[in-house]
């Protein structure tokens, strides 16, 4: 009878040893079979995070390019503008240059009938275009004679020294000129079409340029007093013989 209980003990301890084994195994092959499964499903994550990383950096580029490009068609765009303005600008300046022309036209044309009423040189410092007060008193007592001067134009020609590039000189010499012209125009109502200046630069000397008092000479505006009256009334009288 004891061994009897002795057999069923072992039996039944020798099961529950199988069926834990059994149940090991079973697990062991689980964790086998899944292990894989998520190690690719892992390696799947990082590819599809790699991925998305990826789209990211090029929609970024996509962008960054898209800008760059815009950016150069604005400022294409720009140049396009400031060529067109600037063709506008040179257009208007050559027709304003032909008007110019075409009213000297008309004084030059009749200037072997004009005698010389009136002289006057007013001379500037080193590069400046600013009337002086010994300047304006200069002008003042030439503008008497012009006061009662009839059929007159007044010829006003700026010039400069020899230093410096010829095209500054020409501006620095026109911008003397314009200084006279301002003046007498402005305080004694002389009006614009009377006056016919330009400026030569250093194109023509009255003094050598070698010495600081001729330099200082140069430095100057011409203005002469022009009319045809006296020539008008001598050809009136011969008609009249």
């Known amino acids: 009878m004891m ?8 039996t039944s301890v020798l099961a529950v040893a199988i069926a834990a084994l059994s149940g090991c195994a079973t697990k062991n092959y689980v964790r086998n079979q899944t292990a894989p499964l998520i190690e ?11 991925n998305n990383r990826a789209i990211h950096d090029t929609d970024d580029r996509a962008t960054a390019g898209i800008t760059k490009a815009q950016g150069a068609a604005d400022a294409a765009t720009q140049n396009a503008q400031g060529a067109q303005k600037a063709a506008g600008d040179a257009e208007m300046t050559a027709n304003n240059a032909v008007h110019r022309a075409d009213s000297l036209a008309s004084v030059v044309a009749g200037l072997d009938n004009y005698q010389a009423i009136g002289n006057l040189a007013v001379t500037f410092g080193f590069d400046k275009a ?6 304006k008193a200069q002008l003042d007592n030439f503008a008497t004679t012009i006061a009662s001067a009839k059929s007159y134009i007044v010829e006003v020609t700026g010039g400069t020294d020899s230093v410096g590039n010829a095209d500054y000189n020409y501006a620095l010499s026109q911008r003397r000129a314009d200084a006279v012209v301002q003046y007498l125009a402005a305080k004694y109502a002389i009006p614009a079409h009377r006056f016919y200046l330009i400026g030569i630069g250093k194109d023509k000397e009255v003094a050598d340029n070698k010495t600081k008092e001729g330099r200082a000479k140069n430095r100057r505006v011409e203005i002469r007093l022009l009319s045809n009256q006296g020539k008008t009334d001598t050809a009136s009288a011969a008609g009249g013989r």
């Open 3 to 10: 061994m009897q209980r002795m057999n069923l003990l072992n």
């Open 130 to 135: 600013v009337l002086t007060p010994d300047d």
């Open 40 to 50: 690719h499903t892992n390696q799947l994550n990082d590819k599809a995070a790699e």
